[in-house]
């Protein structure tokens, strides 16, 4: 199963909505996790199960969708949020990821 | 707080077995699953497979015929082999909780397959 993020860089700015999209090949219900990744350091799970916050993660990031078609959402974009966000689908074997959303300070 | 560390050799001859071990602190490896996914530059990030204490493993078919994994439930830990390695096997090796999401990571190590 193909994953195709887009965009797969954005610039903005602090307070900024910012929304990724993930498009899966395939139909994978709400099997899809979003990942968020910082320079020198391992992903860190941010929803899974398409649209449930892990614990901790703050209440700007939302996830929605179901099917083929996923989105992250930061409501209102703070510094600590650029970083590289990744989706991961776990419809089906082998297990794949988007290719990346790079977001970056404007 | 579970945690995980992967080890093992940085620099690995080409045509050589990788061989990494992921230690699991603060939590049992029993009744989980535990996944090997890979980060490199030219392929983002890439799921090499998943283990089960059963020996219920699930490989990407990728790299089914050079890769093994396994769990040592002595030492809390589990492990990866990748035979046959190339250039293109360099990449920064991650271990993770995977029920499911993958909810727990190591910090990654790089390993560099080069003469």
């Known amino acids: 199963i193909q994953l195709t993020q887009s965009p797969s860089s954005l610039s903005a700015s602090v307070g900024d909505r910012v929304t990724i999209t993930c498009r899966a090949s395939?139909?994978?219900?709400?099997?899809l996790v979003w990942y968020q990744q910082k320079p020198g350091k391992a992903p860190k799970l941010l929803v899974y199960?398409?649209?449930t916050l892990q614990s901790g993660v703050p209440s700007r990031f939302s996830g929605s969708g179901s099917g083929t078609d996923f989105t992250l959402t930061i409501s209102s974009l703070q510094p600590e949020d650029f970083a590289t966000y990744y989706c991961?689908?776990?419809?089906?074997?082998?297990?794949?990821f988007g290719q990346g959303t790079k977001v970056e300070f404007k | 707080q579970l945690q995980l560390q992967e080890s093992g050799p940085g620099l690995v001859k080409p045509s050589e077995t990788l061989s990494l071990t992921c230690i699991v602190s603060?939590?049992?490896?029993?009744?989980?699953?535990w996944s090997w996914i890979r980060q490199s530059a030219g392929k983002g990030l890439e799921w090499l497979g998943r283990?089960?204490?059963?020996?219920?493993?699930n490989y990407n078919p990728s790299l089914q015929s050079r890769v093994t994994m396994s769990v040592d439930t002595s030492k809390n830990q589990f492990s990866l082999k990748l035979s046959s390695v190339t250039a293109a096997d360099t990449a920064v090796y991650y271990c993770?909780?995977?029920?499911?999401?993958?909810?727990?990571w190591g910090q990654g190590i790089l390993v560099t397959v080069s003469s």
């Open positions: 993770a909780r995977a029920d499911g999401d993958h909810d727990y």
């Open positions: 603060g939590g049992s490896i029993r009744s989980h699953y």
């Open positions: 283990v089960y204490i059963s020996g219920s493993n």
């Open positions: 395939q139909g994978i219900s709400t099997y």
């Open positions: 199960a398409a649209s």
């Open positions: 991961q689908q776990l419809g089906g074997y082998p297990l794949t």
